[in-house]
Every structure is written in structure tokens, then in C-alpha cells.
């Protein structure tokens, strides 16, 4: 049946696949802060070096991005993410029999990390730029909103089973996920709107995209090199290189352990960062509405400068009492990754449709650098400090650079706009 005709868009049914996907990928990711606390007990290895190998991972899961765009344009999505998955679920199958720490950062700092950078933000860009003309932002947001889902759904079921059976059998149920998900692509997810007779949503004219005819390795390098001629780009590889700094590879990595430092125990820190995950399921999804509405330079500004004011608070919830902690974690939720619909937004008006996947691909690489080294200072301070209020405070004050950021893009958009169209 051709979908123009159908008052259902199956379009939809990819966003909710990719959601899925991402949401899972997320959640796996996340388990390195709760296996922090496990993993010193058993091996004996500090805060430090199990940072080092999630900020490795980190790292990777960014930088494979520019090269995951080319990959899904010249293979397909269903390819990718159904090879992706295979390799991810191989690592996590063979983690529970790792005993020293360089088999650990070889499955979780290189495996894991490449394998899940394959279904990381630039999936969600490239699905909304296939499938969808009208309601882009609002797309965006719900993917981006899935890595808080992921949270909300895995940490505290991953919390639940290390503390009652041990972190191998939490491996097993991540395992199994991976299996769920790997059954649902291969059977339903498609590459483009052309493969079920449809227009991208708000079009309708049915037209096959065009192939990918560069070199999937050279091509993202050469739009890097394009991109970094423009001051538009470095500006929000700045604003994400602080996101990153101070959410999955601050917060996502250390907050547990942090609350442990406060005796708290692990299934109910694991139940603040769910929280969060609800949160910012809520408050991304409005972010991509509002994103296709307002102007997302001034909605980068409030984000980063409102999230600097609660990593400043942090410390000071932390030492109080619990009820302070879930005021941070609806606070700091609502805003954890909101900056995603609008920072992509403004990449895909500055670089084109075309370009804009691989380029976003670069600025995740940014962000992702960021969290890297926030997941490996912040437990290096811990160690040497004894505390993790110096890293919340800041990750808190690079906020409100961000924040300054987000305001010299609006002085240079103007002046690329027609740069943008030549790109």
C-alpha cells in the first residue's frame, strides 16, 4: 500500500525502532557507575582507573559518530544497527569472565564503546533527516529523550540484580536485551521513506534518496575540514564539549558513587539517576517542540545556565538530606540533555541536510571529549581529594560558559547563513 495514501505514517514505527535502539545502547552505557562500586570491591582497582576505562569508552562512543553518518548513508540503517548490536552484545557476553583491568578497558573502553557509538545521537539525526521534513525538532528530541529512558529503565534494574545476584548475572540481562532488540530491527526497521512506497513526512513527492558516493572514512574528515572554516561550528562543538563535561560523563559516571561517599546505597542513587531519566524524557521531548518554535540560541542559553545552577547546588544536596537530592535530580533531569533538538537544529541550518549528520557526528565528538575527561578528572579529584564536590562545582561554572556561548552563535549565524547555503 502506498503510505501517501495511508492516514499512518510508518514513519513512525522507525522512530519508535530507533528509540528502542538508543534507548538500550544508552542504558548499557550507563553501567559502568554502578559497577564502580562492585568492580573496587572484587578487583581492588581505584575510582581512578575504573574511570579511565568509561572515559575511553566515552571517548570512543563519540568519535565514532562523523564515521557512523557515512556508514548509515552508504550501507542502510537496518545494516549498521543490526551489526552494531552483534558486536555489542559479543562484548557484554564475554565480560563476566574478564579478572584484570586491561581486559575490562579492551571490552568496555574499545568494544563497547565503538559498537554503541554506531547507535548514539547521530542514528537519531539521520533517521529524522530521512524520514522527516515537518516536526524535525520534535523527532530529535524524542531520540535524544530515549538515552534518559534508558537510564530510567536499566539502572535500577541493573542496580536491583548486582545487588541481589552479583554483576555478572547484570551483564546477562543486558545480553538479553540486546536479543530483543536485534529481533525487532531485523524484522521491521527500513532504510528510507522509498522502501514503503512514502514521501518524508511532510512531503509528497516519493523519491529515492541519493546514493552515498564518497568514501566512508575520507568523506566525514573532508566535512570536518569544511566545518572547521566556520566559527558557527566551533561554538557549538564548545557549548557540547561542556554538555558533555557535565552530564553522562560527570553525573551518568560518578553520581552513584558519589552518593555512596554519603552512605547512601547504590539501588537508591541508581533510582535518582532513573529519576533524571524521567525527567529528561519529559523535558527533551518539550525541548524538540520548542525548538521547532523558538529560537535555539536562546534556548541553549537558559539550558546551560539553569544546569549550572544545579551542579553548583549539588554538593550542598548531597550533604543534606535526601529530599534535597530529588529537588537536584527533577531539577538537573529536566535539563540533562535538552540541548541536543536545538544544537542540532543549528547545525543543520548552518551546514545543510546533506552535510549535517556527519558534521553533528563532529560536534558529538566534542561532547563526548568533554565527558571523557570529566569521567577520568572527576575520579582522579575523588582519589586524591577525597571528595567530588570540587568536580560538581566545576563542571557547574563551565555551565555558564556554555551559556555565553550560546549567545556569540546568534552574533555569527547571520554571518554564515549564505556560507551555509554554498556548504
Known amino acids: 500500500m502506498n503510505q501517501t495514501t495511508s492516514k499512518f505514517y ?7 525502532l530507533t528509540f528502542v535502539t538508543l534507548l538500550v545502547s544508552a542504558g548499557i552505557r550507563s553501567m559502568p557507575s554502578v559497577l564502580m562500586i562492585p568492580f573496587q570491591e572484587e578487583f581492588g582497582w581505584s575510582r581512578g582507573a575504573i574511570s579511565s576505562v568509561a572515559s575511553i569508552g566515552i571517548l570512543l562512543y563519540g568519535l565514532v559518530g562523523p564515521f557512523s553518518a557515512a556508514l548509515l548513508l552508504r550501507f542502510g540503517i537496518r545494516k549498521v544497527v543490526l551489526l552494531a548490536l552483534s558486536v555489542l552484545g559479543a562484548s557484554l557476553a564475554v565480560t563476566p569472565l574478564i579478572n584484570s583491568l586491561w581486559q575490562f578497558d579492551l571490552l568496555w573502553g ?4 565503538l559498537a554503541s557509538g554506531m547507535m548514539a545521537n547521530v542514528l537519531g539525526i539521520t533517521v529524522s533527516n530521512l524520514w522527516f521534513v515537518k516536526r524535525k525538532g520534535l523527532v530529535v528530541g524524542i531520540l535524544t529523550a530515549s538515552a534518559a529512558t534508558g537510564q530510567l529503565l536499566f539502572l535500577p534494574l541493573i542496580a536491583k540484580v548486582t545487588s541481589d545476584y552479583g554483576w555478572r548475572y547484570a551483564m546477562y540481562a543486558a545480553v538479553a536485551a540486546i536479543v530483543v532488540v536485534f529481533i525487532l530491527v531485523a524484522i521491521w526497521m527500513k532504510n528510507n521513506p522509498s522502501d514503503v512506497g512514502a514521501a518524508p513526512y511532510g512531503t509528497t513527492e516519493v523519491v529515492k534518496p541519493e546514493p552515498f558516493r564518497g568514501n566512508v572514512f575520507l568523506t566525514p574528515i573532508q566535512n570536518l575540514v569544511i566545518a572547521s572554516k566556520n566559527k558557527t561550528f566551533w561554538l557549538l562543538a564548545g557549548t557540547f564539549f561542556i554538555c558533555g563535561f557535565s552530564t553522562n560523563g560527570l553525573i551518568g559516571t560518578h553520581l552513584i558513587a558519589a552518593c555512596g561517599d554519603y552512605g547512601m546505597m547504590e539501588v ?3 533510582g535518582l539517576l532513573a529519576m533524571m531519566g524521567a525527567f529528561d524524557l519529559f523535558g527533551t521531548t518539550i525541548s524538540g ?3 521547532d518554535r523558538f529560537d535555539s540560541r536562546w534556548l541553549l542559553f537558559w539550558y546551560y545556565g539553569l544546569r549550572g545552577l544545579s551542579l553548583i547546588f549539588l554538593p550542598y544536596a548531597l550533604a543534606t ?6 529537588v537536584f535530580s527533577v531539577f538537573y533531569g529536566l535539563d ?5 533538538p536545538p544544537t542540532a537544529k543549528l547545525a543543520g541550518e548552518t551546514f545543510g541536510k546533506e552535510k549535517s549528520g556527519m558534521i553533528f557526528g563532529w560536534i558529538v565528538v566534542a561532547h563526548q571529549i568533554g565527558a571523557s575527561f570529566a569521567a577520568y578528572g572527576a575520579g582522579l579529584m575523588r582519589d586524591w581529594l577525597g571528595s567530588y564536590s570540587q568536580a560538581f562545582f566545576i563542571a557547574g561554572l563551565t555551565c555558564f560558559i556554555a551559556a555565553l556561548f550560546a549567545i556569540r552563535i546568534q552574533r555569527q549565524l ?3 547563513k549564505e556560507q551555509a547555503v554554498l556548504l
Open 10 to 16: 510508518y514513519g513512525w514505527i522507525i522512530v519508535l
Open 110 to 113: 574499545v568494544v563497547s564503546g
Open 268 to 270: 537508591a542513587a541508581a
Open 289 to 291: 517542540w520548542l525548538t
Open 321 to 326: 538530606t535526601p529530599y534535597m537530592l530529588v
Open 336 to 340: 540533562w540533555i535538552a540541548t541536543v
Open 414 to 416: 547571520t554571518k554564515h
